[in-house]
């Protein structure tokens, strides 16, 4: 049974929306360039907060809005790992989250998250495919597909192309956590990506709405599956530089899902027949795209 966790702070003046820290915190916020240069970025919530700590992330610093109470297994966390959070005016930190209604809590994480190189990727389990995301703008999206692919058991996820920021505060609290644990892999050009992939002994399967074998009858256990843009897919380019495509087999008149729907489906679906490896013939299926 813990103790009941101290609830110290580390400074007894509540700090102003003037203090160099929390002009700070509103630049890691708000903008891109200061989390990369600064290699920092926010998480926001005392659910997040927890989850950082519990990961081993490297929190620097917490803030708490003067109205806020730490609930018992935050601040239980929070002591556990030395942290002593700051107190903030009332309503500082509602002006400087990017949150509709703030939950008046934020910590800032020194580093980034788990990143990887390409060429790193040999070192993922055999067993454990890969999630690579093409040009996603959506940081909601990406936030979902990263927590998606830890539920789901993948081993890395790789961002290649013009997508969003890993770090931005939407994408963080739509992990819900995963971006504090899931290794990722970002700034690499798709076609090279493929090829360092290939030499792990895994298949790169596009994403297509319009072309492919269904993901129920593609060995999924041990591939890479790419997800292109919100607005456009995959190109026919990347598309072509893939091992094969694959579709979703949609059974109603919608055009096409939401990516981080399609993801979640194809993400499982390969959980599925990695617990169940024996669910199909693989021997007799091809992933050879259709001509287009």
């Known amino acids: 049974m813990p103790t009941q966790p101290e609830r110290s702070f580390s400074t007894a003046e509540p700090l102003s929306a003037r203090n160099p820290r929390i002009k700070r915190l509103r630049k ?12 920092a970025f926010v998480a926001e919530g005392p659910t997040l907060l927890a989850e950082a700590v519990r990961s081993g992330a490297p929190v620097a610093e917490v803030y708490v809005d003067a109205d806020v109470f730490i609930e018992d297994d935050v601040a239980y966390e929070l002591s556990n790992a030395s942290i002593s959070p700051m107190r903030v005016h009332a309503g500082v930190l509602a002006s400087v989250l990017d949150t509709a209604t703030t939950q008046g809590v934020a910590a800032v994480i020194d580093g980034g998250p788990d990143e990887v190189s390409p060429e790193a990727l040999a070192a993922v389990g055999d067993d454990q495919p890969l999630l690579v995301l093409h040009e996603l703008r959506d940081p909601g999206n990406v936030g979902t597909l ?29 992990s819900a956590g995963s971006i504090f644990r899931v290794p990722v892999s970002t700034g690499a050009v798709a076609s090279e990506v493929f090829d360092v992939i290939r030499t792990t002994g895994r298949k790169v399967l596009a994403t297509d709405v319009n072309v492919g074998t269904s993901h129920h009858e593609v060995d999924l256990a041990r591939s890479a599956i790419v997800l292109g843009s919100e607005a456009h897919g995959l190109s026919h380019d ?11 087999e ?14 979640a489906i194809i993400c499982f679906e390969s959980l599925r027949q990695r617990r169940s490896p024996n669910s199909f013939d693989k021997s007799t299926i091809s992933t050879e795209s259709s001509p287009s």
Request: no cysteine; hydrophobic share 40%.
């Open 28 to 39: 890691l916020v708000s903008q891109r360039k200061a989390r990369s240069q600064e290699r």
């Open 146 to 174: 990263l927590r998606t692919a830890e539920a789901s058991g993948f081993g890395a996820v790789i961002v290649t192309g013009d997508s969003v920021d890993l770090t931005s505060p939407k994408t963080v609290r739509s």
């Open 238 to 248: 990347v598309v072509d530089a893939a091992d094969g495509a694959i579709t979703i």
């Open 250 to 263: 949609l059974a109603g008149p919608t055009e096409s899902l939401n990516v981080a729907a399609a993801g």
